[in-house]
């Protein structure tokens, strides 16, 4: 008994050990999505062609749905769960179409869905979960998004779909039993695949079921994966694109022609102020600035040099692309085109004439940027590429923030004034409209010689109380966009307090459109160049701008103390950008501009001559100067003011109508002086 009581043990701890074994291998092959029951279908020889058949291109299906994960940011079919791309507005849109030659579009993986002119901007990811929540793919929902699920329902198309055409040659009938299913599983190394699709074949007088088939790709897409994920969540909380963005435009911007609108303010005491066209910045910036995001490199990546930090993912390249073929979101101070400049402000003083510039630009660029992955020997032996979008958000010069609103760009003292000289007493300014109602947010400056001092904004009730540097004949400035501001005499003294009131005058906008006063030549001579010339002998014809015609305008606003500048440009169709004009005096100069190529032939000279001759070399004008003038004075009162639309008349030589053109004809340009008397004949209307 003794005896067969230790067998009896013993086969027990046999059967334990064995089932533990049993069970080890289960979950173990469950842990790497191998399904055991794979591996127990025992095919018949003269069936293995229609299941290696089956297999095969179960691989090849899943190799071509890897592939078009990464080529369209973790999306088989993108267009099955994004809007179509915005291709005029990229960055008003939840997915990326950067190549117009081709047809992939990447979803961004973080972006903001508000328009552009949001106030309360929200931001979205149609980043995909790598897992489906549901083990078994016949339990996955259709709009289920997960990488898993986005693999099951490819291959389940391209399954349904299978050709089996070419095995009727050979004596094989194929006959599908029930609906197929599939589950993928993803690993760390492979992507597994399971199909059920029973199916009976039949050859000569046999016949076998098949049921079962697998595939599997050796992929590391998990870590790609998780990679994408890190530099989307990265992006989201540092915004490292933008302060790389930021910095770029702050380094080439300045007060100067050459260089991008100064990002910020600056005060200066000059001249001749500097003005910028906004088509050209935009190029700038995409030049100098949005093409410079491929200088970004991720940390504890295959091609680090310096950048952001990530987890380890030294086998992986990485990089930052702006598809510079798409449009993008672009301001200044709002404005998306037109001209913008300082506020300038002159003083007259006794002896001299001190002239201010205050530039302050706000900068505001959406852009998307391409980010590429790229995993050596990744596929099955083969780079894997994998692609998403992200999508950059400046506002009022500074990275926008999910949780946020846009804000107006700080003030700066540009001019360095010592807050430590700042000795008078206190003293209270008061910003006031015209009619002496509180006005805040006015900007306010302390000039004294040669330097302005920012010294702080009116607050809610228009009031600024502060300290000045000590000055005999300062001036406090005040600056407001849209509003036009005196400045005001004041001497701060060691100590001594004061209180100062300055006035600012609302603008409005007008809708401005210029006709052309359209001269040419008779005989060969402008009208001007003829000794009888004068208005009432030579009446011009008048013609609206043509689409490659524009005029740059400069109204100069005349106060008793001040005048202030707004720059403008109208095209055919109206104004780019909002004119704001208050009442009063005006001078306008204007510049007319043909983008056009005129050919002025090239001239020889005889070997023998009596009169003098100039040989000049053929020359191709394209844009230029074909007019222009200067409004010498035209007034708005408080009717006006009433009104929405002014019209001005400016001067046009149509140097196209001249035979044969050559550079005296280019004189006129300089002699506009002679034609004033057409302007003030046709003086500007206000309707």
């Known amino acids: 008994m003794e005896k067969k009581g230790q067998v009896s043990i013993y086969i027990i701890i046999g059967l334990v050990i064995l089932i533990s074994f049993m069970l080890l291998m289960y979950f173990k092959g469950v842990g790497n999505g191998i399904n055991l029951d794979d591996t127990i279908e025992d095919v018949p020889v003269s069936f293995k062609p229609v299941k290696n058949y089956v297999e095969y291109n179960l691989k090849v299906s899943l190799t071509q749905a890897i592939k078009n994960l990464g080529q369209h940011a973790g999306y088989v079919d993108p267009y099955s769960y994004s809007l179509p791309p ?6 008003e849109s939840s997915a990326l179409k950067p190549f117009s030659n081709s047809n992939r579009i990447y979803p961004y993986w973080y972006f903001m869905d508000s328009p552009n002119l949001c106030e309360s901007c929200t931001f979205k990811t149609m980043a995909p979960p790598l897992k489906s929540i549901e083990i078994d793919g016949a339990k996955r929902a259709n709009d289920d998004n997960s990488i898993e699920a986005q693999i099951d329902r490819y291959l389940k198309r391209k399954m349904e779909n299978l ?6 040659f050979e004596n094989f009938d194929v006959a599908f039993l029930q609906d197929l299913e599939i589950t993928t599983t ?8 399971k199909l059920y699709m029973p199916m009976l074949v039949e050859k000569d007088e046999e016949s076998f079921k098949l049921t079962q088939f697998k595939a599997e790709l050796p992929v590391e897409f998990p870590r790609v994966y998780e990679l994408a994920r890190e530099i989307t969540l990265l992006e989201k909380e540092t915004k490292f694109i933008e302060e790389h963005v930021v910095n770029l435009i702050s380094t080439y911007s300045g007060v100067a022609k050459e260089r991008l609108p100064i990002m910020g303010s600056d005060f200066r005491l000059e001249a001749s102020p500097i003005y910028w066209k906004l088509d050209e910045v935009k190029e700038q910036i995409v030049d ?3 093409s410079k995001v491929s200088g970004l490199r991720i940390e504890g990546t295959s091609n680090f040099g310096t950048g952001a930090i990530v987890s380890d993912f030294e086998d992986i390249e990485v990089f930052f692309t702006f598809p510079d073929t798409k449009p993008f979101f672009f301001q200044i101070n709002n404005l998306e085109r037109g001209i913008v400049g300082p506020e300038t402000i002159t003083h007259d003083l006794i002896i001299a004439k001190m002239i201010f510039n205050y530039y302050t630009f706000s900068y505001d660029v959406s852009f998307p940027v391409l980010v590429t992955l790229r995993l050596l020997n990744g596929l099955d032996g083969e780079d894997y590429t994998f692609q998403f979008a992200l999508e950059g958000n400046i506002r009022a010069n500074a990275p926008l923030y999910e949780g946020t609103n846009p804000l107006n760009p700080a003030m700066e003292n540009t001019m360095m004034c010592d807050s430590g000289q700042a000795l008078s007493g206190k003293v209270t300014i008061r910003t006031q409209t015209n009619d002496y109602s509180p006005l805040n947010g006015v900007d306010l400056f302390y000039n004294c010689a040669d330097q302005a001092c920012y010294i702080g904004k009116s607050d809610t009730r228009g009031i600024l109380k502060t300290n000045l540097p000590v000055c005999v004949g300062g001036f406090v400035v005040p600056v407001k966009p849209q509003f036009i501001g005196e400045p005001v005499e004041f001497d701060s003294g060691l100590n001594k307090g004061g209180d100062v009131s300055v006035r600012l005058t609302k603008t409005k906008s007008f809708e401005v459109e210029v006709k052309k006063l359209v001269f040419t030549q008779d005989g060969n001579k402008w009208p001007n160049q003829k000794s009888d010339f004068s208005t009432s002998k030579y009446v011009p014809t008048i013609k609206e701008l043509e689409d490659d015609e524009s005029v740059i305008l400069m109204f100069r606003r005349i106060g008793d103390l001040s005048s202030y500048k707004f720059p403008a440009e109208v095209r055919s169709d109206g104004a780019v950008a909002p004119v704001y004009l208050a009442d009063g005096e005006y001078e306008v100069d204007m510049l007319l501009l043909k983008n ?13 001559t009596i009169l003098p001759c100039t040989e000049y070399d053929e020359a191709v004008f394209e ?17 006006d003011m009433q009104k929405d639309k002014l ?4 001067l046009y030589f149509d140097m196209f109508s001249i035979d044969d053109f050559g550079p005296k004809d280019l004189q006129v340009i300089g002699e506009l002086d002679e034609y004033a008397p057409y302007l003030i004949k046709n003086k500007p209307v206000v309707s």
């Open 163 to 168: 050709d089996f055409t070419d095995f009727k």
């Open 647 to 650: 019209t001005l008349y400016t």
């Open 623 to 639: 844009e230029m100067q074909y007019g222009g003038g200067k409004i010498g004075s035209f007034k708005l009162n408080s009717n």
């Open 86 to 91: 915005n291709l005029e507005f990229p960055t």
């Open 186 to 193: 993803i690993t760390n190394n492979i992507v597994n695949v």
């Open 596 to 608: 056009k190529e005129l050919v002025m032939p090239a001239k020889t000279c005889p070997d023998i």
């Open 288 to 290: 100098e600035v949005l």
